[in-house]
């Protein structure tokens, strides 16, 4: 006849785990950052020049207070900053994403190369622009496959805003900010990053709504900024009930919607603690 009995359940085979979020560091600059020697702004001028007289509008280079007398700090200015201040934080970095909304003030080069010069090592080194508010969410998705793949151990999202813009441009940044999220394969403290979603807006009810407490006058950097600030502050990060943080927001002019889940880290078991085992009862035939 049958009989109950209690037998131990058999798990299913647990995935990787996400990569953590180890650091996430606001940068908030001004003039004195920029670098003494700033170079020669001509390039950038006959750039500006180029290109809206192949668009047909209105020359901006006509004036050049705005360059001349703005702060122009420029990308370079903010990653020699980044490095000097992070120091030992960069150690093991081996993958290196730059995020960008608008051109930078410099112009002659790429900061990325600067960044990947000045680290130990030889990270990989990736560059996301031109993408608004889906900047920072497409650059911790290339970040988080590597990481949890296998390929990297330890990565820098470096998401970077200039003001130094002529004027007509876009909404741009109202100050010259970076945050630096650095994102680790292994153990240790800090949530864990689910793989981010960048979708298009207006398609289905799940569309990401605006980040409400995201700083306005920041089209790339802003809810990464108020993750940063929230890290540093003595409440720590508002996760929800379920241990949970999303972080969405929507582009205002480009048509897209992302966002990403914080899982709050769970607490080391005390030594000597045996951990709960599931049950549940079965029915098993009795010979």
Known sequence: MPAIRTVRRTPAPAEPAGPRLDHAVAFRFSAADRDPAPGDPQPYVD?????????????????????????????????????????????????????????????????????????????????????GVAGPFTALRLAHD???AGLRRRALVLVVEQSTLPPG???????????????????????????????????????????PDAPPGHPCAGAWLTLADRLAGPGGPPYGPDGRLVIADR??????????????????????????????PVLEPVA
Do not use: K, N
Not at 169 to 175: C, D, K, N, Y
Not at 179 to 207: I, Q
Not at 258 to 277: D, H
């Open 47 to 131: 750039h500006l020049r180029a290109l809206h007289r192949a668009a047909g509008t209105p020359d901006p280079t006509v004036e050049l207070d705005w360059l001349t007398g703005g702060a122009r700090v420029s990308y370079h200015d903010m990653v020699r900053v980044v490095v000097e201040r992070l120091g030992a934080d960069l150690a093991g970095v081996d993958l290196v994403v730059t995020v960008d909304a608008s051109p930078d003030c410099r112009h002659q080069s790429f900061p990325a190369c600067l960044l990947a010069a000045a680290l130990p090592g030889d990270p990989l080194v990736l560059g996301i622009s031109e993408q």
């Open 146 to 148: 590597q990481l949890r």
């Open 169 to 211: 441009s876009f909404a741009g940044p109202v100050e010259d900010v970076a945050v630096a999220l650095l994102l680790d394969a292994g153990p240790g403290p800090g949530p864990r990053l689910e793989r981010p979603e960048v979708g298009v807006t207006g398609r289905g009810a799940e569309a990401a709504p605006p980040a």
């Open 251 to 280: 582009d205002p002019v480009l048509p897209y919607a992302c966002r990403v889940t914080l899982t709050r880290p769970v607490p080391a078991r005390q030594p000597g603690v045996l951990p709960e085992v599931a049950v549940r």
